[in-house]
């Protein structure tokens, strides 16, 4: 029976991993400081195991999710549940009844912790398939546990219908947003067009509404996409299949809200013919970057720093000459990417400690800066080997990996609480926005070209 306290020893120190109930030896779990170092593929498996005994510790159950490097969830999920079952035969069928009704709980357990966490997994049929045998099997054994897998599965169905709906709406709003005019400077011109300072010239009022989008979307990011945006297949397992149906798109739709964003505040700041309109918006839209950064939404702020930055916008001298860029370059510095981000991950350690020790849901709040924290998980991947020489996985690496998850899941549970304004909700998400040359062209209607490199770019993009 696996061991309720890890195993005491150096880091050299293996030990041979094996249950008490004369079952086959499941290979080796190193240890260091009293801490899992590496192990078998077959000994985490194991490890993962419930026994009438023995629960797994929260670092095992978090490294599952990395463990598609190794293993497709589903057949995960079968070993497990087999392991769970055949460890209480003994032959005789009362006993084995006797025994798997008291192991039950805890299998419920760490079923109920599986697709509360992992929801995304059982959208693989041969998961629900897997799950709906142990129900079966549950229910011949224990109606207190059976009646808590059916539960647990009404609440992973919902779930399952609520993302299903979510991924409708954003493929319907991003159509929306796609039909855009033949040429937007027209429609402003003629009045037919709205900008933001008609819809909201509040800045803590769209900085709030920005925040419902990003906790909108960051809540349906399952933790497994991180892992399948990057996963290689791991030479010594043969699940290619799995990895070309990588199923990372609400993960790519939230990149996507942040470019739109940039575009929108690029279009919004290049549409205006006055001057006076554009240093306007120009500050509005860093006051909004400012409230943003208050609230601990870094996200929107880079988007809006990220579009204030376009080329377009950012060559428009004589409009910017209107604006007092004092507290925009604080923001800048804030987000200085520069000594790998030091001045943004500072700020976000301080938004992480005030949301652990919050006393509202506003205080809760924490939205990284989407980029970066992909890119650390990807780097964290990169420059550490998954399985050592001996061929044991890396234990402690997907550990490290599984904290960075764990820690984004605590931050996409928070509940925006701040009223909500369709009107200016569904401005941000769907009002046209211009392309790249788009915003080339209205910035030098704006503001003519001023040497040869632009005279002969406003040529060619006509």
Known sequence: MPPTTPYAGKFSSCASYSNNNNHPHYGEMCYHDNSLVSASLEALIQHLVPTVDYYPDVKVIRVHLVSPLFLPPYELMTRVCH???????????????????????????????????????????????????????????????????????????????????????????????????????????????????????????????????????????GPEEFIQTFAMKDPLENHKGFFRKRKTSNLEAYI???????????????????????????????????????????????????????????????????????????????MDPSSNFSNYRTALRGATQRSETAHSSQEKIVIPFFSLLIKDIYFLNEGCASRLPNGHINFEKLWELAKQVSEFLVWRQVVCPFDRDRRILQYLVTTPVFSEDELHLASYESEGPENNIEKDSRRSLR
Not at 155 to 165: D, M, N, T, W
Not at 270 to 297: D, H, L, S, T, W
Not at 307 to 315: E, K, L, S, T
Request: charged share 25%; net charge positive.
């Open 83 to 221: 392991l769970c079952v055949e460890q209480q035969r003994s032959g005789d069928a009362l006993l084995d009844k006797i025994r798997f009704r008291e192991v039950a709980p805890k299998l419920v357990q760490l079923l109920t912790e599986w697709t509360e966490t992992f929801p995304y997994d059982f959208r693989d049929e041969r998961m629900m398939r897997c799950l709906k045998d142990m129900t079966h099997h549950v229910a011949r054994g224990d109606e207190y546990s059976w009646r808590a897998m059916q539960q647990m599965t009404q609440r992973l169905i919902k779930r399952l219908s609520a993302l299903g709906q979510y991924e409708e709406a954003v493929a319907a709003l991003n159509a929306v947003a796609m039909e855009r005019p033949a040429s937007l400077r027209s429609k402003q011109a003629s009045g037919q067009r709205s900008d933001v300072l008609s819809m909201c010239d509040d800045p803590f009022v769209l900085a709030q509404q920005l925040t419902h989008i990003e906790l909108d979307r960051l809540s349906f990011i």
């Open 256 to 334: 996507s809200w942040f470019n739109r964003l940039s575009y929108l505040v690029a279009t919004e700041i290049c549409m205006p013919m006055k001057k006076k309109q554009r240093a306007r918006i120009i500050e509005f839209f860093i006051n909004v970057a400012q409230e943003c950064f208050n609230i601990g939404n870094f996200n929107s702020l880079m988007a809006i720093i990220t579009g204030m930055n376009m080329n377009p916008v950012a060559r428009l001298k004589k409009t910017w000459s209107k604006v007092n860029t004092d507290k925009f370059e604080i923001l800048e510095h804030q």
